[in-house]
């Protein structure tokens, strides 16, 4: 099928790419022409895995164009807006970009369009477009319009949207749906070539949900918010965990074997970041409170995260006493490991809290440095996590990047001026790391059981 893709953003370049993968001819628009430029010309204007590879082999294969927003409207049959929703001062998601693409495709388009929403958007922005449409178009044009909202993680998109567990549309016609469908199949029957598995893993079909558009955007800000609350959950834990000698490790493994609690993202630390959770929570709050509902719930969500800025600061205060003129190592500084993207980055709120401090930062990030030194220039950008590390008086691990578990710790404490690790997502093995001299300060009481003997000594 002819589609266009309108954004190319991290959602909307992996939905163009992954679309052109499994088959159909996409046409995708950017408005920003500096990115345009960088696209054409191969470039990636981000890191995400596997995705280079999937956009060169498409468009090798003629199946996946560049090129503006305008050129796009008239390319596909069906089109997917991927443009930004980014949070406004109040936390309302701004919608302005998306009512820009409506005008111009009320504007433009002649024959049949599939309009679909695949931008988070909050619950009733389809019969908003919808309406919208209706005051501009042309009479040339006739439509649906369907939310389909996205699932992808940033580091493992290609992978989430070539396996999904699960494909959502909201939709108010059948033509709609049997549209989608289609476009859908290769996914759904899983007859893809897979760009990640040279033999994919063996996996269940995805189920093909299909709903009203109010419900499917409502499925999509609830889903980030339950795992934002999920995350705050485990970290209150945590907090517990510490003051009353439990070990964090252990009490998740305990909670997450419930099935119907499940084990994933029950990982406590520094909190959640990103172009996400933070906005779609907020989003979520403003849109609750808009119909009459207030989602008290949330708020305490968002400030827990946002309290775990603070606990980590005071961890490395309480080691370091007076911060002015140590030398501080960081490692990591993405909002989470195999992306680039530093928006929201506890690592970074973390940094300029230590700067204020009088601190030095010497910091490593396998992908992330570029972007973070745009956001804080003055810190010591380093080669390696060796680099890094020399002459510090802490080693602070903020995202928990693969490679940080492979470090040789015996080089590593020969350059430290103090063998001290201060691991913000608990990543690395506490006996690894203490076997080779270094003090292991943990979250949520994973040294737990010296705290315990503590505890039962003063006892
Ligand atoms: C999230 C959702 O997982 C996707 O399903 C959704 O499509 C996407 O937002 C979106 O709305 O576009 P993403 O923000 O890329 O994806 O990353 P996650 O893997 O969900 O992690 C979010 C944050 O939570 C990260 O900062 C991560 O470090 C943190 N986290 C995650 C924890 O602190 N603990 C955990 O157990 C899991």
Same mark, same amino acid.
């Given at each position: 099928?002819?589609?266009?893709?309108?954004?190319?953003?991290?959602?909307?370049?992996?939905?163009?790419?992954?679309?052109?993968?499994?088959?159909?001819?996409?046409? !995708?628009?950017?408005?920003?022409?500096?990115?345009?430029?960088?696209?054409?010309?191969?470039?990636?204007?981000?890191?995400?895995?596997?995705?280079?590879?999937?956009?060169?082999?498409?468009?090798?294969?003629?199946?996946?164009?560049?090129?503006?927003?305008?050129?796009?409207?008239?390319?596909?049959?069906?089109?997917?807006? !991927?443009?930004?929703?980014?949070?406004?001062?109040?936390?309302?998601?701004?919608?302005?970009?998306?009512?820009?693409?409506?005008?111009?495709?009320?504007?433009?388009?002649?024959?049949?369009?599939?309009?679909?929403?695949?931008?988070?958007?909050?619950?009733?922005?389809?019969?908003?477009?919808?309406?919208?449409?209706?005051?501009?178009?042309?009479?040339?044009?006739? %439509?649906?319009?369907?939310?389909?909202?996205?699932?992808?993680?940033?580091?493992?998109?290609?992978?989430?949207?070539?396996?999904?567990?699960?494909?959502? =549309?909201?939709?108010?016609?059948?033509?709609?749906?049997?549209?989608?469908? @289609?476009? %859908?199949?290769?996914?759904?029957?899983?007859?893809?070539? !897979?760009?990640?598995?040279?033999?994919?893993?063996?996996?269940?079909?995805?189920?093909?949900?299909?709903?009203?558009?109010?419900?499917? @955007?409502?499925?999509?800000?609830?889903?980030?918010?339950?795992?934002?609350?999920?995350?705050?959950?485990?970290?209150?834990?945590?907090?517990? !965990?510490?003051?009353?000698?439990?070990?964090?490790?252990? =009490?998740?493994?305990?909670?997450?074997?419930?099935?119907?609690?499940?084990?994933?993202?029950?990982?406590?630390?520094?909190?959640?970041?990103?172009?996400?959770?933070?906005?779609?929570?907020?989003?979520?709050?403003?849109?609750?409170?808009?119909?009459?509902?207030?989602?008290?719930?949330?708020?305490?969500?968002?400030?827990?995260?946002?309290?775990? =800025?603070?606990?980590?600061?005071?961890?490395?205060?309480? @080691?370091?006493?007076?911060?002015?003129?140590?030398?501080?190592?960081?490692?990591?500084?993405?909002?989470?490991p195999n992306?680039?993207?530093?928006?929201?980055?506890?690592?970074?709120?973390?940094?300029?809290?230590?700067?204020?401090?009088?601190?030095?930062?010497?910091? %490593?990030?396998?992908?992330?440095?570029?972007?973070?030194?745009?956001?804080?220039?003055? =810190?010591? %950008?380093?080669?390696?996590?060796?680099?890094?590390?020399?002459?510090?008086?802490?080693?602070?691990?903020?995202?928990e990047w693969e490679e940080f578990r492979k470090?040789?710790?015996?080089?590593?404490?020969?350059?430290?001026?103090?063998?001290?690790?201060?691991?913000?997502?608990?990543?690395?093995?506490?006996?690894?790391?203490?076997?080779?001299?270094?003090?292991?300060?943990?979250?949520?009481?994973?040294?737990?059981?010296?705290?315990?003997?503590?505890?039962?000594?003063?006892?």
């Amino acid at each position: 099928m002819k589609i266009s893709v309108i954004g190319a953003g991290y959602v909307g370049l992996t939905t163009a790419a992954c679309l052109a993968q499994i088959g159909h001819d996409v046409f !995708c628009g950017e408005s920003d022409i500096e990115k345009l430029h960088t696209l054409q010309a191969g470039v990636m204007p981000f890191f995400e895995p596997h995705l280079e590879d999937v956009i060169a082999d498409s468009r090798k294969s003629g199946r996946l164009t560049f090129g503006s927003t305008e050129e796009a409207i008239e390319w596909g049959q069906a089109i997917f807006i !991927c443009v930004g929703t980014p949070p406004l001062g109040n936390g309302d998601a701004d919608l302005s970009a998306i009512e820009v693409v409506a005008r111009m495709i009320a504007k433009r388009a002649v024959g049949y369009r599939l309009i679909v929403e695949k931008s988070t958007v909050p619950v009733q922005t389809g019969a908003q477009l919808r309406k919208h449409l209706a005051v501009h178009r042309t009479q040339k044009l006739d %439509y649906d319009v369907a939310s389909n909202p996205e699932f992808l993680r940033e580091g493992t998109s290609v992978e989430d949207f070539l396996h999904p567990d699960r494909i959502v =549309v909201g939709v108010e016609s059948q033509r709609a749906t049997d549209l989608l469908r @289609e476009i %859908y199949l290769p996914v759904i029957d899983q007859k893809i070539v !897979c760009p990640i598995h040279s033999e994919c893993p063996q996996r269940k079909a995805p189920r093909f949900l299909v709903t009203d558009t109010n419900s499917s @955007e409502l499925i999509k800000h609830a889903s980030n918010s339950f795992l934002a609350m999920k995350i705050s959950f485990i970290n209150m834990v945590s907090d517990l !965990c510490e003051a009353a000698g439990a070990d964090i490790s252990k =009490v998740a493994e305990g909670i997450g074997l419930d099935p119907r609690i499940g084990s994933s993202f029950l990982q406590p630390g520094i909190g959640f970041g990103g172009f996400c959770f933070p906005k779609d929570l907020q989003a979520f709050v403003r849109i609750a409170e808009k119909f009459g509902c207030d989602f008290a719930l949330l708020k305490e969500v968002e400030r827990i995260n946002q309290s775990r =800025v603070d606990l980590l600061v005071e961890k490395i205060k309480k @080691e370091l006493w007076v911060l002015r003129n140590k030398k501080i190592c960081v490692w990591g500084l993405a909002f989470k490991p195999n992306t680039d993207d530093v928006r929201f980055a506890p690592a970074l709120s973390i940094i300029r809290r230590l700067l204020a401090e009088g601190a030095h930062i010497q910091a %490593y990030d396998p992908e992330a440095m570029d972007k973070a030194r745009k956001e804080i220039p003055e =810190v010591a %950008y380093c080669q390696d996590v060796y680099e890094a590390a020399r002459g510090a008086e802490a080693i602070v691990l903020l995202t928990e990047w693969e490679e940080f578990r492979k470090v040789d710790w015996t080089h590593l404490s020969t350059v430290v001026e103090r063998a001290l690790i201060i691991d913000g997502r608990n990543t690395l093995s506490r006996d690894d790391v203490t076997t080779h001299g270094f003090q292991y300060v943990g979250i949520g009481g994973v040294s737990g059981a010296p705290q315990m003997s503590a505890i039962l000594a003063n006892g």
